[in-house]
């Protein structure tokens, strides 16, 4: 089955970046999307950032000029650079997949969230 890992977070002062990296493993037939959200205490899972097979990435307003998105299809992987982080950026980031696994049906799957704090 598949199983997304992230990793990359950690605690860094404002102005400084951090790379957030995820990778699926597990036979995939195919990937639609990859993209990353977060959730600050309190509040609803955010979009922050979407890259679909063909198309233009998504990006929150709130990060649009800060944060790059990439994948690497060869990997089964997605990457989130975040540069100039600011303190509302903290929050836990989910890396997210719309995938087909061998033999099943295209369906979202999850990271275990990776914790993002920044602070002076």
């Known amino acids: 089955q598949v199983q997304l890992v992230e990793s990359g977070g950690g605690l860094v002062q404002p102005g400084e970046s951090l790379t957030l990296s995820c990778a699926a493993s597990?036979?995939?037939?195919?990937?639609?999307?990859m993209g990353w959200y977060r959730q600050a205490p309190g509040k609803q899972r955010k979009l922050v950032a979407l890259?679909?097979?063909?198309?233009?990435?998504t990006y929150a307003d709130s990060v649009k000029g800060r944060f790059t998105l990439s994948r690497d299809n060869a990997k089964n992987a997605v990457y989130l650079q975040m540069n100039s982080l600011k303190p509302e950026d903290t929050a836990v980031y989910y890396c997210?997949?719309?995938?087909?696994?061998?033999?099943?049906?295209?369906?979202?799957?999850w990271g275990q969230g990776t914790q993002v704090t920044v602070s002076s």
């Open positions: 597990g036979s995939i037939s195919s990937i639609s999307s």
């Open positions: 890259i679909p097979d063909s198309g233009s990435t």
């Open positions: 997210n997949m719309i995938a087909r696994p061998a033999y099943s049906y295209s369906q979202y799957f």
